[in-house]
């Protein structure tokens, strides 16, 4: 038998909250709050950590030994150059996976996307293996056109668009997809050709999500460390990146560490900002 | 295909889409708005789409002005890039990112003009919808009927030789549709070359169109003037459209027999075999009492299933053999306690009484006509 439980108090404001909203009590039962804390505290604790150590007095000079800036130079041109290359190839790999069928094409979309969830550092030893100077590809690279990539900036910018260029076709493709195809018919019946309705009509529906796209293949880009490390080494001013430079600086310069992290930070904070409507409203992922 | 017009627009055709077949024939003469009417999945959008080389046909051929567009035997294909069709688009299909002025230069540049051409063609229609105001906004800040003049004038700028209006007039309100109807009917009469509208009203098939297709099913059930097919419905569907009360029989001389239970006297024009009786529901009087001495040829008793409130009159909804549907006034429904399940008497005259022949031109034998139902769906 049900019988009625001991009342509790409910003040006017909860009263209306409730009404207007709906729902359940607003407080958070304790199994679920302490852990939620929890798991709060392990994700902000090592950020106040770095805000704490930061040389906030020296900042400038931590940030201006040369190594420092040249591997900031070196990784925004190499993360911006990957970006591009990415813009111009990625983007019609994704049109041709959202809008075409043919034989094999589950299988080509899983591989493009194994860059994704393979670990960084696997990918470097693939790429050191194809395009190395005993590689399949690099053996002819060197051979013919006297070309030798790994180890130089070609090669961080290699690394960095295998691994980041996925995040960009993902996203481009899932907005190609679920894009109204009835746009592109009425520019067809209008007699726009194929490209011109790609130009003119597909490419501006989906600029959001391209925007997305490349912002978030650009992060991926910057933050890059295994695959590049492993594919291009670590020579300051030629394939030193900044999360190298991080690296590295720990040891023997430890506030160029922490200025050039807080540097990537601000960054990152940047790009969390210009995906806001894309990506922090909860739910849909591109 | 034989009958007429090499210059215009002629369709006979297959398209298969899954189990549903669409099997058309017909021809729409330049100059000419051929209606499309017909419920949800006759098949009336899958036309269009085939005429504007969405959908390749599966059978047949369809041409314009004598030139081959899609022939399934031969293999022949225009894609819709090259056909010289304006399509106006259910939702209209604005481009959203572009200004109204640049989505009606958007088919002119698409079909080779330089960019100052294009945009001296897109005032020009601009100018002729009343649109060079709103020239700068872009489709999210339209009104429903601005949008439709944009959607007409993005379609005509790229000079089309055939127009293709899906339900032009769905996507607006009751009280700015009778207007931008009105003004559509002007710009339609302006059209020089072919015009298929589809629609599922037939009130704008009535105002619109000169000449009417009725389609169910994927097939042509009908064809004729809209008064034709307004005065003499072949089916069900039309006849509810128009409403009217429809009747199957057969007809021997002054007496029709009725499928669905029992008969009437029409007038006497020498009718012998299967035929249609077409009623309007004010030729048909509603007594409580059975009438003496009445001149009215047809009596019979039926039962008041439902009563729906119209305009200016309640429709009876009426259960008898046969059974009708009856108009009368709402003073009468007061006066004559004309309630649900209430026994009344109903009249009506033979010269009040359509009768035709069934399976009008084009009518497939396997399309059949029920006498009037009584769903209320």
Redesign the interface.
């Known amino acids: 038998m049900a019988s009625l439980a001991a009342p509790s108090r409910l003040t006017q404001r909860e009263r209306a909250r409730r009404a207007a909203r709906g729902g359940a009590p607003r407080s958070v039962p304790p199994p679920l709050l302490v852990p939620a804390l929890i798991a709060v505290a392990f994700l902000v604790l090592p950020l106040i950590g770095l805000l704490i150590r930061a040389p906030w007095g020296h900042l400038g000079a931590a940030l201006s030994g040369s190594d420092a800036t040249q591997a900031l130079v070196l990784s925004l041109w190499t993360a911006t150059t990957a970006t591009g290359i990415s813009l111009v190839i990625g983007v019609p790999l994704a049109w041709v996976l959202a809008r075409t069928s043919f034989p094999g094409q589950r299988l080509l979309r899983a591989l493009v996307t194994l860059p994704l969830v393979l670990p960084p550092v696997v990918g470097g030893v693939a790429l050191l293996l194809a395009f190395g100077r005993t590689g399949f590809a690099g053996r002819v690279l060197d051979s013919w056109f006297g070309l030798t990539i790994p180890f130089t900036p070609i090669a961080v910018v290699m690394a960095e668009t295998f691994v980041a260029m996925p995040f960009l076709i993902i996203t481009v493709e899932g907005a190609l997809r679920s894009a109204?195809q009835?746009?592109e018919?009425?520019?067809?019946?209008?007699?726009?050709?194929?490209m011109?309705v790609f130009w003119?009509?597909t490419l501006?529906?989906v600029?959001p999500s391209l925007g997305a796209g490349a912002v978030l293949c650009w992060a991926r880009a910057l933050g890059e460390f295994g695959a590049t490390i492993t594919f291009a080494g670590s020579f300051p001013g030629q394939t030193e990146t900044m999360p190298i430079a991080v690296y590295y600086a720990l040891e023997n310069d430890p506030d160029a560490a922490i200025a050039l992290s807080l540097v990537l930070l601000v960054v990152s904070i940047a790009v969390l900002v210009s995906l806001r409507d894309h990506w922090l409203r909860g739910g849909s992922v591109a | 295909m034989t009958h007429g017009g090499s210059d215009g627009l002629v369709v006979d055709a297959e398209v298969r889409r899954g189990s549903f077949t669409l099997a058309v024939s017909l021809t729409a003469a330049p100059g000419q708005v051929l209606g499309l009417l017909g419920p949800n999945g006759a098949g009336k959008s899958t036309l269009l789409s085939a005429v504007a080389g969405l959908t390749p046909i599966s059978a047949g051929r369809i041409a314009l002005a004598g030139q081959v567009m899609d022939d399934a035997d031969s293999g022949t294909f225009v894609e819709s890039a090259g056909r010289p069709v304006g399509f106006v688009f259910q939702n209209y299909r604005l481009f959203p990112h572009m200004t109204v002025a640049e989505n009606v230069a958007f088919s002119p540049r698409a079909r080779g003009l330089g960019r100052q051409a294009a945009q001296a063609a897109a005032r020009h229609w601009m100018a002729r919808l009343r649109l060079t105001d709103l020239a700068g906004r872009k489709p999210a800040q339209l009104s429903g009927g601005q949008a439709q003049r944009v959607a007409l004038a993005r379609a005509l700028a790229g000079q089309p030789a055939l127009l293709l209006l899906d339900e032009p007039l769905s996507a607006l309100d009751a009280g700015t549709r009778l207007d931008v109807q009105a003004e559509l009917k002007l710009h339609l009469a302006d059209f020089a070359g072919p015009c298929l509208l589809v629609t599922h009203d037939p009130i704008e098939a009535l105002v619109l169109a000169d000449q009417l297709i009725v389609l169910e099913g994927g097939r042509i059930v009908q064809e004729g003037t809209p008064a034709q097919i307004a005065r003499r419905p072949a089916t069900d569907y039309v006849a509810k459209l128009v409403g009217l009360n429809l009747y199957q029989g057969r007809a021997d001389g002054s007496q029709v027999v009725l499928s669905g239970g029992g008969s009437f006297v029409v007038a006497d024009h020498g009718q012998h075999g299967d035929v249609l009786v077409a009623v309007r529901p004010s030729a048909i009087l509603v007594s409580t009492e059975s009438p003496q001495h009445s001149s009215a040829r047809n009596t019979w008793p039926a039962k008041i299933s439902g009563l729906t409130l119209l305009a200016d009159r309640v429709r009876l909804d009426l259960e008898g053999q046969p059974p009708a549907l009856a108009d009368v006034t709402p003073a009468a429904v007061a006066e004559l306690s004309l309630d649900p399940g209430r026994q009344v008497w109903l009249t009506t005259k033979a010269t009040d009484l359509e009768v035709y022949a069934p399976g009008r031109r084009q009518v497939p034998s396997d399309v059949r006509t029920l006498p009037y139902s009584h769903d209320r769906t």
């Open positions: 109204d009835g746009f018919e009425a520019a067809a019946t209008l007699g726009a050709k194929r011109t003119r009509v501006p529906l600029a």
